[in-house]
């Protein structure tokens, strides 16, 4: 059969405005989970991790916040800047010998001028 | 302190082919993991080595094969190459099973 491209779910912001871009995970055992982002023709850069310990994790311009009940990870992006427009994705893993991570299907982030 | 660097960047191969693409961790790291990223179905989970050992591998045929030298570096191989195996092949390193970085990927064709 044809093979068709993931949906990207895509979110528009304008420049300067903050960015919010969610994520579902899968398996409630997952206990690590890592935010990407890919800029086209690279690999995905690391932003920010965060472990099931905590609900809340701070970086450069970036918070992500964990909601283990429902399965629910967030990113945000204070001040959106053009050179955040790529493709976010985030991972989750489970620690222990079987080190894997499982992607989401990503968002696409568009930094309006 | 360098990247995790993958060659070649970029291959062209035919059907039947077989492929060999290498990884090599960034200084100090151990585990080495292999993805496929395709439009269709994302990024994928290849296997992972680290010292040397296999310690897990997704569900992928057994066409998809890898290696890990006592250098850490890696290597994979795809044997009698499909079309859709066309994809970019991307290896992560880490270094006490956190914080993966990712290399550029080797961006496959296969005609």
């Known amino acids: 059969g044809e093979s068709v491209g993931l949906h990207l779910p895509t979110l528009s912001v304008q420049e300067g405005d903050n960015s919010i871009i969610n994520c579902a995970y899968s398996?409630?055992?997952?206990?690590?989970f890592i935010w990407y982002k890919q800029e086209s023709g690279k690999g995905p850069q690391f932003i920010i991790d965060?472990?099931?310990?905590?609900d809340k994790r701070q970086g450069q311009r970036v918070t992500v916040l964990l909601n283990k009940t429902v399965k629910h990870l967030s990113l945000q992006i204070a001040a959106t800047q053009p050179g955040d427009s790529a493709v976010y994705f985030c991972a989750e893993n489970i620690s222990g010998s079987a080190r894997q991570l499982t992607f989401g299907s990503g968002t696409q982030l568009t930094v309006l001028p | 302190k360098a990247g995790v660097t993958q060659t070649p960047r970029y291959l062209i191969k035919t059907r039947g082919q077989q492929v060999t693409l290498s990884c090599s961790p960034i200084?100090?790291?151990?585990?080495v993991s292999w993805y496929q990223q395709t439009p269709g179905q994302g990024l994928q989970f290849l296997f992972e080595y680290f010292s040397e050992t296999q310690r897990n591998k997704g569900n992928f045929p057994g066409r998809f094969s890898g290696r890990q030298f006592s250098n850490s570096r890696s290597e994979m191989n795809v044997s009698t190459l499909e079309l859709g195996d066309s994809a970019l092949y991307l290896c992560a390193s880490s270094q006490f099973g956190d914080g993966y970085t990712f290399g550029s990927g080797t961006r496959l064709t296969v005609v």
């Open positions: 398996n409630s055992a997952s206990d690590y």
């Open positions: 965060i472990r099931s310990n905590m």
């Open positions: 200084s100090g790291h151990r585990s």
